[in-house]
T-cell receptor
Framework: DTEVTQTPKHLVMGMTNKKSLKCEQHMGHRAMYWYKQKAKKPPELMFVYSYEKLSINESVPSRFSPECPNSSLLNLHLHALQPEDSALYLC????????????FGPGTRLTVL | AQKITQTQPGMFVQEKEAVTLDCTYDTSDQSYGLFWYKQPSSGEMIFLIYQGSYDEQNATEGRYSLNFQKARKSANLVISASQLGDSAMYFCAMGGSAYAGNNRKLIWGLGTSLAVNP
């Protein structure tokens, strides 16, 4: 059983909507990640939080806004998305080291109409 | 530049047979980690096995083993006694040096799609 949970599992939204993706981990990890994954491609890193502070932003458009309310929670706020933003969004967490294993949640499949 | 290469876009294996998925890597770091993940069609990215660059023994986790050949810069995944549930996409990834500051960016291969035939 994964100890990283994500909600919702599926999300359909229009280009003018505002929605949020939620991720929660119960492993005591202090690093959390958002990835975007297109079909049949490897995941692309979007954001990394370390000790609740944003440490990496991979030049993601401002229509994606991450938030880390506490060490267990990670949100991704979505606003004015484009159809090309439709993808699987994966959350992951890890301990505090460059080679520590990242554990992933089940993902949210996002469709932007 | 760091790079992961998976040369097998698709593989087939008969149930109960062993299969090897290839992964080669390129890095100038001395300290790094190599990971294998499984992604079924459901989408979840499942961690399978890890090999540290200084580990002298090949990693094993149940039916999964990692054939680590440092001089050749290869980290092949071996799945023994394949099961139908092993049908999935498999990604090889490399973690940054533990001494490279805040580097947590994994370098990913393009993946290998494995189909297990009954």
């Amino acid at each position: 059983d994964t100890e990283v949970t994500q909600t919702p599992k599926h999300l359909v939204m229009g280009m003018t909507n505002k929605k949020s993706l939620k991720c929660e981990q119960h492993m005591g990890h202090r690093a959390m990640y958002w990835y975007k994954q297109k079909a049949k491609k490897p995941p692309e890193l979007m954001f990394v939080y370390s000790y609740e502070k944003l440490s990496i932003n991979e030049s993601v458009p401002s229509r994606f806004s991450p938030e880390c309310p506490n060490s267990s929670l990670l949100n991704l706020h979505l606003h004015a998305l484009q159809p090309e933003d439709s993808a699987l969004y994966l959350c992951a967490s890890s301990q505090e080291s460059g080679t520590d294993t990242q554990y992933f949640g089940p993902g949210t499949r996002l469709t932007v109409l | 530049a760091q790079k992961i290469t998976q040369t097998q876009p698709g593989m087939f294996v008969q149930e109960k047979e062993a299969v090897t998925l290839d992964c080669t890597y390129d890095t100038s770091d001395q300290s790094y980690g190599l990971f294998w993940y499984k992604q079924p069609s459901s989408g979840e990215m499942i961690f399978l096995i890890y090999q540290g660059s200084y580990d002298e023994q090949n990693a094993t986790e149940g039916r999964y083993s990692l054939n680590f050949q440092k001089a050749r810069k290869s980290a092949n995944l071996v799945i023994s006694a394949s099961q139908l549930g092993d049908s999935a996409m498999y990604f090889c990834a490399m973690g940054g040096s533990a001494y490279a500051g805040n580097n947590r960016k994994l370098i990913w291969g393009l993946g290998t799609s494995l189909a297990v035939n009954p």
